[in-house]
């Protein structure tokens, strides 16, 4: 009983010190990080990108080659997965874990319904990312989640990974590609090849590039899902 109370003691004090430390760094922020960068892109982001959701202007045109390399990971781990998972038995249906029980009819009614209202809200938030939060990424996983829930309304949908694989790569090189075209009008790689005056023409580019990231990354989810319901047979 008493070494039971001396631990939760020193849990409660470990906790308040670490709590301590976190509350004085914090206060500290101001001083140790130059916000140099914050500044900047609350004065010219909108003007320098044509987008009004500034995270979306900072991954598609300051930040574009940390984008290219956070698809190119989500594309190595996606076949990293595929490659584990892989059966000797080439498997064309996929079916769910669950698949011994039927699936209750008021759920796959409900599926009816709210797979068109995601794939619709995943394509607006994809298409609308420079104005409003969202984006390729968070769209993409939209996405791919509603295409997920076919699998409830039909188990037995005929699913090719390796096709998905293939296109999912497929959009990666001509993501890669677009992204270059800035070496021949800025000079430089991985930005909006666009300059600032042409708003209209950078619109078109983050949109662009919006739905091929959503593309790539809802084809990536789809594939990672499939070969985890292959696994669990």
């Not at 009819?105 to 209202?117: E, G, K, N, Q, S």
């Not at 739905?211 to 989810?221: D, S």
């Amino acid at each position: 009983m008493v070494s039971s109370v001396i631990k939760h003691g020193f849990l409660i004090l470990l906790l308040l010190f670490l709590f301590g430390v976190f509350y004085f760094t914090m206060e500290e922020l101001d001083i140790m990080y130059d916000t140099f960068a914050k500044r900047y892109y609350l004065l010219n982001g909108l003007e320098d990108t044509a987008s009004m959701n500034l995270v979306t202007g900072i991954y598609l045109d300051y930040r574009l080659f940390d984008s290219i390399f956070e698809a190119g990971i989500l594309l190595i781990a996606v076949s990293g997965i595929i490659w584990i998972s892989k059966h000797d038995i080439e498997e064309h249906n996929v079916h769910f874990m669950l698949d011994k029980f039927k699936t209750p009819d008021l759920f796959v009614m409900f599926a009816r319904v709210v797979y068109p209202l995601m794939l619709v809200f995943g394509f607006y938030i994809i298409v609308n990312g420079h104005l409003s939060p969202g984006g390729g990424f968070q769209g993409g996983a939209i996405v791919a989640t509603a295409i997920l829930i076919l699998y409830y309304i039909d188990p037995n949908k005929d699913t090719s990974t390796s096709f998905i694989l293939s296109i999912e790569k497929i959009v990666f090189i001509i993501i890669v590609v677009f992204a270059m075209l800035s070496i021949f009008t800025k000079g430089t790689m991985f930005t909006n090849p666009f300059t600032s005056s042409d708003a209209g023409v950078q619109t078109i580019y983050l949109v662009l590039m919006n739905v091929l990231i959503g593309v790539k990354v809802a084809l990536g989810l789809w594939a990672i899902f499939t070969a985890f319901l292959r696994e669990g047979r």
